[in-house]
Nanobody, 125 residues
Framework: QVRLVESGGGSVQAGGSLRLSCAAS????????MGWFRQAPGKEREGVVT???????TYADSVKGRFTASRDNAKMTLDLQMDSLKPEDTAMYYC???????????????????WGQGTQVTVSS
């Protein structure tokens, strides 16, 4: 069964930190690409970071230098360390898995076919 389960969301003040974790089934973890996406109310789902099986990452400009993604092969998890959080980071965060696109792991939601149920992150000013 292909499965992704997110955890670690919550509420934090601006400048604070949160760590999200995505537990994957083996088939999901072995996908070419995994990633974190987020969706705020009334907005489209946007890519936060993608990571391939070698650990190569692609970050959205809005989170570069603040967020760090990492894979734990023993636990089959994809983690997202979020530091210096801003109110505009408030969103539902989703873990995803999928195949390579034409140019690697792109920050495009339509490139990913497996999704978790999401975890809410709320940052207050």
């Amino acid at each position: 069964q292909v499965r992704l389960v997110e955890s670690g969301g919550g509420s934090v003040q601006a400048g604070g930190s949160l760590r999200l974790s995505c537990a994957a089934s083996r088939s999901a973890y072995n996908a070419d690409c995994m990633g974190w996406f987020r969706q705020a109310p009334g907005k489209e789902r946007e890519g936060v970071v993608t990571i391939d099986r070698r650990g190569t990452t692609t970050y959205a400009d809005s989170v570069k230098g603040r967020f760090t993604a990492s894979r734990d092969n023993a636990k089959m998890t994809l983690d997202l360390q979020m530091d210096s959080l801003k109110p505009e980071d408030t969103a539902m965060y989703y873990c995803a898995a999928g195949p390579y696109g034409g140019s690697g792991c792109r920050l495009l939601a339509r490139s990913f076919g497996v999704w978790g149920q999401g975890t809410q992150v709320t940052v207050s000013s």
